[in-house]
Each structure stands twice: as C-alpha cells, then as structure tokens.
C-alpha cells in the first residue's frame, strides 16, 4: 500500500493524506498555514 504525505513548502508541516485529502489540499491549501500546495508537495512512499 502506498502512502501519500504533503509536505508543505511554507510551513514545512508534514501530513500523510489520502487521495480524498489530497484533492482538498490541491484545491483549498495547507491545512495548517492555508499556503497554496501544488502536486510537487506531495510525496508516495511504498
Ligand atoms: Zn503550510
């Protein structure tokens, strides 16, 4: 099972998300600091 984490590049929180998530951050921001989040903040580790 692969897991997705966002690693934020303003605040530098890091967050395991799944894909529901994932559609938020890209869509709403870090949900710690509200930094706009691309699809390169995020990183899968098997
Ligand atoms: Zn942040």
């Known amino acids: 099972m692969t897991t ?3 690693i934020c590049a303003d ?3 890091s967050i395991e998300v ?3 998530m ?3 951050i890209l869509a709403t921001g870090c949900p710690v ?3 706009s989040a691309s699809e390169d903040d995020f ?3 098997e």
Do not use: D
Request: charged share 40%.
């Open 11 to 13: 605040c530098e929180q």
């Open 33 to 35: 600091c509200t930094s």
């Open 22 to 24: 994932r559609e938020t």
């Open 4 to 6: 997705v984490e966002f």
């Open 43 to 45: 990183v899968a580790e």
């Open 18 to 20: 799944n894909e529901e």
